[in-house]
């Protein structure tokens, strides 16, 4: 989930704004294998499943292109920063010694349970305007690049991802 904010130059052909995206984990059905280090276990297990969350904030810059009347092909990129954690889920949760999931998560990964970098990304949206006044349906296509990223289950190309987007922009 997204939000995009800024303003149109040019007769609308550049917006400039900011652009923030988050993918929850409670939302997220996607699941992660990660085999503890030798000798670790947690609950008897050598090996957990867990899931991931992250969060991208960064400057947008993006060229629009009008293809009619009610179509604009836009580019948008983005440059900023992106964090991100992994964490135990379900019945992992609940602890054996009554501590907190974080507290272990972070024993059991070497506090690299989480990271953050600079994330570049680079798209292609296709808006249709609706007959509703300032109000345009779109899609797109994205890719997202983190540089500096480290963490212990996903590694420094975790968040090196093709994704797509549904959105509904406001304005002229």
């Known amino acids: 989930m997204g939000l995009s904010t800024g303003v149109t130059l040019w007769q609308n052909r550049l917006q400039v704004g900011l652009r923030s995206y988050n993918r929850s984990g409670p939302i997220n059905p996607h699941v992660e294998t990660y085999t503890l280090p030798e000798g670790v276990t947690y609950k008897g297990q050598s090996t957990l499943q867990v899931r991931a969350d992250h ?55 070497g506090d690299a349970d989480s990271g953050f970098g600079t994330f570049l990304e680079a798209g292609v949206e296709a808006r ?32 090196r991802i093709p994704r797509a987007s549904f959105s509904v922009f406001l304005g002229p």
């Open 55 to 109: 969060g991208a904030f960064g400057l947008l810059v993006s060229p629009q292109f009008r293809l009619g009347s009610k179509v604009t092909l836009a580019v948008p990129l983005v440059f900023g920063g992106m964090g991100g954690g992994f964490y135990l889920f379900g019945e992992d949760r609940d602890t054996p010694d009554g501590r907190r999931g974080r507290e272990w998560e972070n024993d059991l990964f």
């Open 128 to 159: 249709y305007r609706t007959t509703i006044p300032d109000v345009s349906l779109g899609a797109g296509v994205h890719y997202t690049y983190t540089l500096g990223w480290a963490s212990t289950v996903g590694g420094d190309s975790y968040y």
